[in-house]
């Protein structure tokens, strides 16, 4: 009866090496998941190609098993579960993970930044306009996938003096966006735009002011604009 029960024993225990690959000798750290990805700094708004991965044996043979793989954004939110091209929509730290069985989980992080300089959008933009006569001066929107900074977004309305050929500030009606031009000649909008995190850009737009007697700077002497 004692020779019985230790040989059902043994069955029973050669049947759970069997099934958990112990009899092969194949553990846990014999196999590994193998990816060409590595850790990195991504722009934000990017799309960014995420590879997939190979699992690979001790004598670094591929092993022909399912391989899981889950892309998470820095909320923990699931937004891919396959190779492929991903858009990086949210600034931190991004997680992709690879897992297969009888392998370690690999993790590897990416983390989306912004070093863009916001962008701006002109709407109503009048290039030319005549000496004391109200102008609409342009509306400017502002774009950034971090948050504009208006107290270091400026916008400044010069006049060009031909004399001296310099820019000399011009005031304007920043209530109601207007200016009312009393000389004839060149003027220009300076836009400095700055978002959160210190990204910068600047953008200037030219505005022609004119009257029967102005001269185009460089023409000839007696040419009368109009």
Not at 70 to 91: C, H, K, Q, S, W
Not at 109 to 132: E, I, R
Not at 172 to 189: H, I, Q
């Amino acid at each position: 009866m004692k020779k019985k029960i230790v040989c059902l024993l043994l069955a029973v225990f050669a049947m759970c090496m069997a099934i958990t690959g112990c009899s092969t000798g194949e553990t846990a750290q014999e196999r590994n998941l193998v990816t060409e990805l590595k850790e990195q700094s991504i722009e934000i708004g990017e799309k960014f190609s995420v590879p997939g991965a190979v699992l690979k044996d001790e004598a670094g043979n591929e092993v022909n098993e399912l391989i899981t793989m889950r892309v998470y954004n820095p909320e923990d939110a699931v937004i891919a579960t396959r190779p492929g091209a991903v858009r990086f929509n949210m600034l931190g730290a991004w997680k992709v993970v690879y897992s297969a069985t009888g392998a370690e989980d690999v993790t590897v992080v990416l983390t989306c930044k912004d070093s863009s300089a916001p962008a701006v959008s002109v709407a109503n933009f009048t290039k030319f306009g005549y000496v004391n006569e109200e102008l609409t001066l342009p509306d400017f929107r502002f774009e950034d996938f971090s948050e504009i900074n208006y107290e270091k977004t400026t916008m400044q309305l010069e006049y060009r003096n031909d004399d001296t050929e310099t820019w000399e500030q011009y005031e304007y009606d920043r209530m109601t966006n207007t200016m009312l031009p009393s000389k004839a000649g060149f003027y220009r909008m300076t836009v400095h735009m700055e978002d959160v995190l210190g990204n910068a850009a600047e953008e200037q737009y030219e505005i022609l002011i004119i009257d029967e007697t102005y001269q185009f700077p460089g023409l000839k002497e007696g040419y009368i604009a109009g």
